[in-house]
């Protein structure tokens, strides 16, 4: 049963870059079948999605475009999350998950538990 | 449009049906996937495609999609299913995905 865990600092200043780790057990981050993305919910809000991975594909929120960046270390079964210019506006928790896609549909059937992340000086 | 549109509350008796609504231009080219979260968890997908549920989520959650709005319906709704609910899809580019607001459902 494929797993996902996210890590990664739990606070960063203001100005700097936010970089967060997906953690992929139970499965190869490598198989063609799936996109592997990135969503974020800041506190009593809703979900927000961030970007997505396939092999070396990307696509990203163009609400956030300028500032991510999601890459892939096949060998660590691992997909990451850089955040550029944070303000407090970016706190929130940071959630990884799976995409399948068909046709018609993509939809994330696994996700991590979950990271939060605090912007403060 | 890559927006999707939810009520932002709805309630429903114990026991009772309810019908959850996402609207977006997108619907009516990919259907919409719909994921349950409570309080403190992340979400769950309960609803993907035209009519799935995935393994583990009740028969009393169902899906349809009519031209420009997807619907979840959950049919004998119990306290358990008290939570947030977003709907998801492909933006109408189909490169993109994006989350309507979010309905808080209460079970009285």
């Known amino acids: 049963q494929v797993q996902l865990q996210e890590s990664g600092p739990g606070l960063v200043k203001p100005s700097q870059t936010l970089s967060l780790t997906c953690t992929v057990s139970?499965?190869?981050?490598?198989?063609?079948?799936?996109?592997w993305s990135w969503i974020r919910q800041p506190a009593g809000k809703g979900l927000e999605w961030i970007g997505r991975i396939y092999t070396s594909s990307t696509n990203y929120n163009p609400s956030l475009k300028s500032r991510v960046t999601i890459s892939v270390d096949t060998s660590k079964n691992q997909f990451s999350l850089k955040l550029s210019s944070v303000t407090a506006a970016d706190t929130a928790v940071y959630y990884c998950?799976?995409?399948?896609?068909?046709?018609?549909?993509?939809?994330?059937?696994?996700w991590g538990k979950g990271t939060t992340v605090t912007v403060s000086s | 449009s890559s927006e999707l549109t939810q009520d932002p509350a709805v309630s429903v008796a114990l026991g009772q049906t309810v019908r959850i609504t996402c609207q977006g231009d997108s619907l009516r080219s990919f259907y919409a996937s719909w994921y349950q979260q409570k309080p403190g968890q992340a979400p769950v997908l309960v609803m993907y495609g035209k009519n799935n549920r995935p393994s583990g989520i009740p028969d009393r959650f169902s899906g349809s999609s009519s031209g420009n709005t997807a619907s979840l319906t959950i049919t004998g709704s119990q306290a358990e299913d008290e939570a947030d609910y977003y709907c998801n899809s492909r933006d109408s580019s189909g490169n993109l995905l994006v989350f309507g607001g979010g309905t808080k459902l209460t079970v009285l």
């Open positions: 998950a799976r995409v399948i896609t068909v046709t018609t549909s993509w939809y994330m059937d696994v």
């Open positions: 139970g499965g190869s981050i490598s198989s063609d079948s799936y996109y």
